[in-house]
């Protein structure tokens, strides 16, 4: 082993998450309303991230990584977004989808050069949504075509997360001129080539300081080389290994309701009316044990999925998408009934819950929203999905049944 070079982290579920100092996690916390308030980068924090080794972790060795599983990333999302949303967002998308891209479909250069760019810092974007292809991705129109002996990409994309922050972005586009999925591939895209312009970063309502911009390809020069997946290729490849990132997106909205939820039993143990706790009225407690029942269910569900899959990064699209639906809709409704609970210190914009609530929104819509996800699991519904592996596991297990 060469000095200076990462060994595989051990296979304990918690040992990468055990990387990160309590110290750290309570400064990201002191930050991120601020982060939140003035919509600023958080930088140095995520280059802080970087420096504990979980960005980057489920690399290979060689490629500077810990060989992490999807269950140990899940457990860094979890308790980073306890303190973060937005820096838990970076985990996700330095381990999983456009990075899980660039390293299973990358040639040995570009596995290099994303791999040493995500270890100092720089998350890598995925680009899909167009201004008029949003759900219906597989109708989108930015194109790689071949213009005075070279191939150059044009188009648009918008509402892409790290746009321009991130050094470089996973773009699906039109590599021949098919209809739908036939003709989409998947090109590496650097920030710091000609041709690549971004508009003005939005405010979003929640997860402020991560920017969800727009992107314009004008003559991008296109290497061979920079084509990860081919067309007809592209949409298959790139979807499988984006589930990994709906399953880390699930685990941060959990992780930001899980933080509303301890938020909402310290207060409601320490904020007296009628001369007693509120949390010594029963109906109180009956709503913090609802969002209990809630957070629990998602948290376990999503370590099931990930678990399923062992070392793998393609967790079952069905699994997922069924536990990205469940934890978008309970983040929203858990930080919601705290909020509730904290009475108008939860509607005050400097209050601890309010920015959970904002931030818990997006889930629903951003990564495939709940109604084509909806979508996906209806469509797959039937004999050959109720009899997978997991009616085998209930066969095999003695104890499952009374
Ligand atoms: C915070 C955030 C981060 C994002 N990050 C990225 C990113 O990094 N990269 C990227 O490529 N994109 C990103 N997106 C874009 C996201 O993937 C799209 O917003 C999403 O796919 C929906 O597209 P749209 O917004 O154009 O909505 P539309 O497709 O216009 O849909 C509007 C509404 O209609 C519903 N709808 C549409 N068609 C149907 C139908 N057939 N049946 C029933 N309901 C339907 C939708 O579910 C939705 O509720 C992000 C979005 C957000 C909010």
Known sequence: MLAGERQPISPDPHDLVRL?????LETWATEAPVWDRDNTYPARAIQELAGTGVMGATFCVEDGGRCATLRQVLEVIRVVAHHSGILARVVVDSNLGPAALVITQGQLAQRKEVSASVHAGNKPAI??????????????TTSVTERGGRLVLNGEKCWITGAPVSQHYVVFARLAPRPGYKGIGIVLVRKDRRGIAFGPVPRMMGMRGLPEGSICFRDYVVGSEDILAPAGEGFRIG????NSQRLGAAMVATGIAEAALHHAVTYTKQ??????PLAANQGVRWMLADMAIQVDHALTYLRAVADEVGTGLAPDRVRVAIGKINAAEMAIRVTNAAIQLFGARGYDGDGPVERLCRDARMFTIGGGTTEMLRELIGKNLGPPVILDTRAKQVTDSPGSSR
Request: hydrophobic share 40%; net charge neutral.
């Open 239 to 242: 979807m499988s290994l984006y």
């Open 127 to 140: 680009a899909i949504t167009e201004p008029m292809a949003g759900s219906a991705a597989t109708e989108l």
């Open 271 to 276: 904020r007296h009316q009628f001369g007693r």
């Open 20 to 24: 990160i100092s309590r110290e750290q």
